[in-house]
T-cell receptor, first 116, second 112 residues
């Protein structure tokens, strides 16, 4: 099956610093990747759609200057949380699909961000 | 607005059958999917319904009624490892975008 790799799995940082999270599709090309945020025992909230070679599409209420998304290649998307604050602490998950193959989304293992 | 409602928690015993419901209200509808997520893990795909009716995959079955904006996931012969959160998700834009809106999730606890 398709594999999506996400790194790091856990990061602790000081308030005011920036954190970059990588999402890679290992055995397929993903023209579109999605970034979700999840609070404990809550649903997955779509933050943005990452499109290879173009600007990301952000959901309403998500600050594009706070959450920078870059989709530089067909296998890599990155999410950078800039000037992180404690309220940004959350579980961030990426996903990708094999467009035109099936309806499944394949998820990375997630990144637990803790901002002190 | 968009909403997908699921019961927050369901409990059952090993070997039993459990049904988890999902009612949705979205601007568009192009299919209902189900995902399983264990604590701290990544969601994994279980099932997909584009048309009305029942889809069966081993112990898992998923049902859709578009006229009722309703679907459910049925798990048979429950096992301890089935304890997890289950999310329904709607594709609210045409095929090709793969953007999903996730439901509130149902936490299933299976007891011996």
């Amino acid at each position: 099956g398709a594999v999506v790799s996400q790194h790091p799995s856990r990061v602790i940082c000081k308030s005011g610093t920036s954190v970059k999270i990588e999402c890679r599709s290992l055995d397929f090309q993903a023209t579109t990747m999605f970034w979700y945020r999840q609070f404990p025992k809550k649903s997955l909230m779509l933050m943005a759609t990452s499109n290879e070679g173009s600007k990301a599409t952000y959901e309403q209420g998500v600050e594009k200057d706070k959450f920078l998304i870059n989709h530089a290649s067909l296998t890599l998307s990155t999410l950078t949380v800039t000037s992180a604050h404690p309220e940004d602490s959350s579980f961030y998950i990426c996903s990708a699909s094999r467009a035109g193959v099936d309806e499944k989304l394949f998820f990375g293992s997630g990144t637990q961000l803790s901002v002190l | 607005g968009q909403s997908l409602e699921q019961p927050s928690e369901v409990t059952a015993v090993e070997g039993a059958i459990v049904q988890m419901n999902c009612t949705y209200q979205t601007s568009g509808f192009y299919g209902l999917s189900w995902y399983q997520q264990h604590d701290g893990g990544a969601p994994t795909f279980l099932s997909y319904n584009a048309l009305d009716g029942l889809e069966e995959t081993g112990r898992f079955s998923s049902f859709l009624s578009r006229s009722d904006s309703y679907g459910y996931l049925l798990l048979q012969e429950l096992q301890m490892k089935d304890s997890a959160s289950y999310f329904c998700a709607v594709r609210d834009t045409p095929v090709g975008t793969d953007k999903l809106i996730f439901g509130t999730g149902t936490r299933l606890q299976v007891f011996p």
